[in-house]
Nanobody, 121 residues
C-alpha cells in the first residue's frame, strides 16, 4: 500500500509560481510512475504530468508544457511539481498519483487527497 500526501498549494497571481510536493510512504517508491492530475470546478479530472520510475522520462500535458516541471527524489520518497507562469486556468485541485499507465486517470492505483491551487488574474 502507498500513501500520498500533497502540500504546497495556495493562492498565486497570474504569472507567479508555486511548488507542490507529494510525500509517499509504503511500498517501494522508485518502482512507480508518479505524477499529477488536476480537477477544476465542474470539469473532469485531467492529466498534468508524469515521471517514470527511472526518473528520466517525463510526459507533460500540452497545456503545461514549458511552464511546469516535475522532479522526484527517490531518497526522500517525494515528487515535486514546480509551476511557473501560472494562469487562471491552472486553478484546480491538484492530485498526486502513483502507479498508473499513460495519461489515464482510470488506471491510477494510488491517489493523494489533493491540494487546491488558485490563480488570480
Amino acid at each position: 500500500q502507498v500513501q500520498l500526501v500533497e502540500s504546497g498549494g495556495g493562492l498565486a497571481q497570474a504569472g507567479g509560481s508555486l511548488r507542490l510536493s507529494c510525500a509517499a510512504s509504503g511500498r517501494t517508491f522508485s518502482s512507480y510512475s508518479m505524477g499529477w492530475f488536476r480537477q477544476a470546478p465542474g470539469k473532469e479530472r485531467e492529466f498534468v504530468v508524469a515521471i517514470r520510475w527511472s526518473g528520466g522520462n517525463t510526459d507533460y500535458a500540452d497545456s503545461v508544457k514549458g511552464r511546469f516541471t516535475i522532479s522526484r527524489d527517490n531518497a526522500k520518497n517525494t515528487v515535486y511539481l514546480q509551476m511557473n507562469s501560472l494562469k487562471p486556468e491552472d486553478t484546480a485541485v491538484y492530485y498526486c498519483a502513483a502507479d498508473f499507465v499513460g495519461r489515464n486517470y482510470g488506471s491510477v492505483h494510488y491517489w493523494g487527497k489533493g491540494t487546491l491551487v488558485t490563480v488570480t488574474s
